[in-house]
């Protein structure tokens, strides 16, 4: 593969000042990790084809790896990747264009083709005016995470193209064979290819839906690092730090929407937590029991802040959502210097409100611990119970978990000791059970 003909702009180190190829290999990765979903986003623009513009992506990274090695580190190594790219796109649709015209006798001249493709600032310009917002990441972001794609696939695709992830990595976080994962992401790329998804982002009136999807998949991602659901691990923080990533762009992208600035609000109140949420020996240490002082407080601060933004738009006329209303819920608890200083009434509130608008059995159980501990166990209790026979809690953990806790607090000490039992049976977390058991002892 050839380089760029051209790097007027961005001049190489000289030789003197070469890496060792180590090093350098970890530069390549470093900026590949941060740049890729950007080149992705651009050459997809161009070619309508989130496959291919993988595909072409990856040719550039070849490219660098072949050529950097020899001819030392641009001075700018991601305009150096984004451009080798874009002329790898370019004479992928000069070829594409052949191929019809020699099929078609379609008589396009293909320069002019290239002129119409090469993504320069007419271009871009073009593609803000038809969708109001006109950003390459943010066409990605709604393309990966489409509706006619199964939720796994989702997750799968957007931590592969837009969180940087291998196909490895992304089978170790979520504990499945890394031939599964590979599938799911061909399969998606070809669903979408067949499905002929536009590279585009929604219009006004069908943005809500496809916003939803899109915070739906970053809420998963994060869920699964902040509470791993099988393993060892107790947590994947590299999976928080994915999910804080994306939605941080997302709000950058769209800062006008009162839900994405809520789940930003949230990932990063829930993600401060982290260093308490293990002790020294690295066992798990829950939410009433955490040093507080060991919260990382400039997380706090961006969550309340994405939250007073959040506000401000409700003020305006937008109303929350599911994940502003959980954003609130984390900043009460954020908001209280120590854990008997949280204000449960109002959590109880919030949870109110967040039934109105995403009723699930789930709210209703965490509503009940809230009840608890604003209320006293037994109230809390007569909640849980009426959840019991609810068939999509019949095998989640928490449930026998959290009756368990207020059983305890009753003085059933005999109850208590079954529902942890039996919560531990539940869960699939090498961490969670060990810790359930502990509690089932007394």
Request: net charge negative; glycine share 6%.
């Given at each position: ?13 000289k ?35 989130v ?33 080798t790219?874009?002329r ?39 593609h ?10 943010l066409?990605?972001?709604?393309t ?68 939803a999807?899109?915070?739906?998949v970053?809420?998963?991602i ?15 923080p ?51 029991d ?16 994405a ?26 608890h ?18 109110d ?21 604003a ?5 809390a ?62």
């Amino acid at each position: 593969m050839n380089a760029p003909d051209s790097f007027t702009p961005f001049d190489r180190v000289k030789p003197s000042a070469l890496p060792d190829r180590d090093a350098l290999h970890r530069s390549i990765d470093s900026v590949w990790r941060i740049e890729a979903a950007r080149i992705i986003a651009c050459v997809a623009r161009m070619t309508r084809d989130v496959g291919r513009a993988e595909e072409l992506a990856q040719d550039a990274l070849v490219a660098a790896l072949e050529h950097w090695p020899q001819d030392g580190l641009p001075a700018n190594p991601a305009a150096w990747l984004m451009t080798t790219a874009k002329r790898r796109a370019i004479d992928h649709l000069r070829q594409q264009a052949l191929h019809q015209r020699e099929h078609e006798a379609l008589g396009h001249d293909l320069e002019a083709l290239g002129a119409q493709y090469a993504p320069d600032v007419v271009d871009t310009l073009m593609h803000a005016e038809q969708d109001d917002i006109g950003d390459d990441l943010l066409r990605l972001i709604f393309t990966a995470c489409h509706p006619v794609l199964p939720t796994e696939a989702r997750v799968a695709l957007t931590l592969r193209l837009l969180g940087g992830l291998t196909t490895a990595e992304i089978a170790r976080a979520f504990l499945v064979p890394e031939p599964t994962v590979a599938q799911r992401i061909v399969r998606a790329k070809r669903s979408l290819t067949a499905a002929q998804v536009p590279f585009e982002v929604p219009g006004a009136a069908e943005r809500t839906p496809r916003l939803a999807s899109v915070l739906e998949v970053i809420y998963l991602i994060f869920n699964e690092g902040y509470a791993a659901t099988a393993g060892d691990d107790w947590m994947r923080p590299a999976l928080c730090g994915e999910a804080q990533r994306l939605v941080r762009v997302l709000a950058s992208l769209a800062p006008d929407e009162p839900e994405v600035q809520g789940l930003v609000a949230l990932l990063e109140i829930q993600a401060s937590r982290l260093p308490a949420r293990t002790d020294a020996q690295g066992q798990p240490v829950l939410l009433m029991d955490q040093d507080r002082a060991r919260w990382d407080h400039l997380l706090v601060r961006r969550g309340l802040a994405a939250l007073d933004k959040a506000e401000q738009l409700a003020r305006a006329g937008k109303p929350w959502g599911p994940y502003a209303l959980q954003g609130a819920i984390a900043a009460c608890h954020a908001r209280a210097r120590q854990a008997q200083d949280t204000d449960w009434p109002h959590i109880v509130a919030l949870y109110d409100a967040l039934l109105q608008v995403a009723p699930s059995p789930v709210v209703a159980l965490n509503r009940a611990v809230a009840v608890g501990m604003a209320e006293g166990p037994a109230a809390a209790l007569a909640l849980v119970d009426a959840l019991a026979g609810d068939p999509l809690l019949r095998h989640y953990h928490w449930l026998p978990s959290v009756r368990g806790d207020l059983l305890a607090k009753l003085d059933r000490g005999a109850e208590a000791r079954a529902e942890f039992e039996r919560a531990a049976s539940l869960t699939r977390n090498a961490q969670e059970k060990a810790l359930l058991l502990a509690r089932a002892c007394g």
